[in-house]
């Protein structure tokens, strides 16, 4: 379940830094320049990074979520479609913690499901 969304925010910053065109005329529409590109994939980079490692994993998933919200904020300002862009970032979240959840006891105690 972890696997999913840090594999694909792993590829979207390497996309960031490689700057494919879909990527650069993406990120122009949504109202950044192109120059922001490498500094937005190295940040996604390292948070990926703090997330995949078990023992900064909850370190990174917060990081994650903050960055993902600047991706919601974004696609609510220029009036993204709802289902398809604004809740896409709020589907890899869920994913994030929900992997996170079941791989880490440490989460689990401290946020018990179960009485």
Request: one cysteine or more; a positive charge.
């Amino acid at each position: 379940m972890s696997a999913l969304p840090a594999l694909f925010l792993f590829a979207d910053g390497v996309g960031k830094l490689v700057k494919p065109a879909p990527v650069v005329e993406g990120t122009v529409q949504l109202g950044y320049p192109e120059s922001v590109l490498v500094g937005l994939g190295i940040v996604l980079l390292a948070c990926t990074v703090l997330y995949v490692i078990p023992r900064t994993a909850v370190f990174g998933a917060i990081l994650l979520t903050g960055y993902l919200g600047g991706a919601i904020a974004t696609h609510v300002r220029v009036g993204s479609p709802l289902f398809s862009h604004i809740l896409f970032p709020v589907y890899l979240a869920v994913l994030l913690w929900g992997g996170l959840y079941l791989r880490d006891e440490r989460l689990r105690a401290l946020v018990p499901l179960r009485r």
